[in-house]
């Protein structure tokens, strides 16, 4: 798995925009860009993936650097429901997941 | 979203006895599930793959007679924490990943205490 690495906190205002940035920058070609939120005490959330152009879906917007070295997750209104830890994941080719420690986004009213 | 059931939800056991956790993937075939316990305050870390009739792979430091996992069917894996102590209180939570999606869609996890 290529290593990532994101903030371990963020804050964010009800109703803005919440950019969560994630580096990976030994990822490799083939190497897709996952986002997982843990909200508390529930098991990780699918957001969104992709490899190397910008995804959308009704969760979030995905941005992803020409040179695949980084990445952001747009959550274009946040609101107090998107509170969760943020993780950017690199799986490798046997799919495994492996979690770091991922970003705790707060949103306040 | 494909959905991703576990049962039970919690479960409270004595100190050496095993305990079994269901994990379904209920509108999709799962070939290939996987296993992760989560201690307060810290991340998911993943202790096993295992894929429909085959036998699972454990992560390094994960005692596989200890966790014994069976996924016998593509809608079905079992994880039993057999003689169970205190220190194997966890939220235990299992993932599915089928041919049809790249990506794996998680139970809501099950939370063992070992008294």
């Known amino acids: 798995d290529a290593k990532t690495t994101q903030p371990p906190s963020m804050d964010c205002a009800e109703g803005r925009a919440a950019n969560l940035p994630c580096n990976h920058s030994t990822i490799s070609g083939n190497e897709y860009v996952y986002w997982y939120r843990q909200i508390h005490s529930q098991g990780p959330q699918y957001i969104i993936h992709g490899l190397k152009n910008n995804e959308t879906n009704e969760m979030a917007s995905l941005i992803i650097t020409e040179d695949r070295k980084s990445s952001t997750l747009i959550l274009p209104h946040a609101t107090l429901r998107d509170t969760a830890v943020y993780y950017c994941?690199?799986?490798?080719?046997?799919?495994?997941?492996?979690f770091g420690q991922g970003t705790e986004l707060s949103v306040k009213p | 979203g494909a959905v991703v059931s576990q049962h039970p939800s919690w479960v409270i056991c004595k100190s050496g006895t095993s305990v079994k956790i269901e994990c379904r993937s209920l509108?999709?075939?799962?070939?290939?599930m996987f296993w992760y316990r989560q201690f307060p305050k810290q991340s998911l870390m993943l202790m096993a793959t295992?894929?429909?009739?085959?036998?699972?792979?454990?992560e390094q430091g994960v005692e596989k007679d200890k966790f014994l996992i069976n996924h016998a069917s593509l809608t079905l894996s079992t994880l039993t924490v057999t003689s169970a102590h205190p220190e194997d209180s966890s939220f235990y939570i299992c993932?599915?990943?089928?041919?049809?999606?790249?990506?794996?869609?998680f139970g809501p996890g099950t939370r063992l205490t070992v008294l």
């Open positions: 295992s894929n429909e009739g085959s036998k699972a792979t454990y």
């Open positions: 994941i690199a799986p490798n080719q046997g799919g495994k997941l492996i």
């Open positions: 509108d999709f075939q799962a070939t290939t």
């Open positions: 993932s599915a990943k089928g041919s049809v999606y790249n990506e794996q869609f």
